[in-house]
Nanobody
Framework: VQLQASGGGLVQAGGSLTLSCASSGLTFSRYNMAWFRQAPGKGREFVAGISSSGDITEYADSVKGRFTILRDNVKNTLYLQMSSLKPEDTAVYYC????????????????WGQGTQVTVSS
């Protein structure tokens, strides 16, 4: 199984970015997916999750209304649309997947991508 996250970069506060996570080696449409992030010196934090069919989404309070998680089960790709970015959104963003229900606990996920850096300048 491979999850390849991309799309990170440097953006000014108030700006937007879209992250992608391309998957291979698994039946993507069967798996629930999530984005986590980890800032320097902090633990890995749940950002957003989406069910296998895309009909259920869940967000951390800190990103609700600013971030949107999407998936394309034809392209086997997960997305995170981020807008109104804040300096506190600066972190390495990871995609992760699991067969069981969406969870905010990192240890419950089966596979992880390598991470993509998002830096928001003030």
């Amino acid at each position: 199984v491979q999850l390849q996250a991309s799309g990170g970069g440097l953006v000014q506060a108030g700006g937007s970015l879209t992250l992608s996570c391309a998957s291979s080696g698994l039946t993507f449409s069967r798996y629930n997916m999530a984005w986590f992030r980890q800032a320097p010196g902090k633990g890995r934090e749940f950002v957003a999750g989406i069910s296998s069919s895309g009909d259920i989404t869940e967000y951390a309070d800190s990103v609700k209304g600013r971030f949107t998680i999407l998936r394309d089960n034809v392209k086997n790709t997960l997305y995170l649309q981020m807008s109104s970015l804040k300096p506190e959104d600066t972190a390495v963003y990871y995609c992760a997947t699991k067969l069981t229900r969406i969870s905010r606990t990192p240890a419950s996920y089966d596979f992880w991508g390598q991470g993509t850096q998002v830096t928001v300048s003030s």
